[in-house]
């Protein structure tokens, strides 16, 4: 396994990023409402609850991102098989 940034292996800093986009997706969302309606939570609250989605969106990310590449390589094989492939003795 490959290491990266701090001895992180790529899979586990891809969630960690995930989860601080998340975590300042929640932070910018709960301010635009603040700013178009009024507070909808005290600036603790917000951070207290933009860490739980942090931290979910991190998990979601490291469990979910291998699947879902391992599917989509997958689908992309199925697609390329069922349009002929990239056979060239056919030409």
Do not use: N
Not at 24 to 49: C, D, H, K, R, T
Request: hydrophobic share 50%; charged share 15%.
């Amino acid at each position: 396994m490959s290491t990266t940034v701090a001895g992180l292996s790529r899979r586990t800093l891809s969630a960690l990023l995930w989860g601080a986009v998340g975590f300042m997706a929640f932070l910018v969302l709960v301010q635009g409402y603040a700013l178009v309606v009024e507070p909808l939570v005290s600036i603790g609250q917000g951070v207290a609850v933009a860490g739980l989605v942090g931290g979910m969106t991190a998990g979601s990310a490291y469990v979910l991102e291998h699947r879902l590449a391992v599917w989509s390589a997958r689908r992309a094989m199925d697609e390329t098989a069922s349009h002929g492939g990239d056979d060239k003795s056919k030409s």
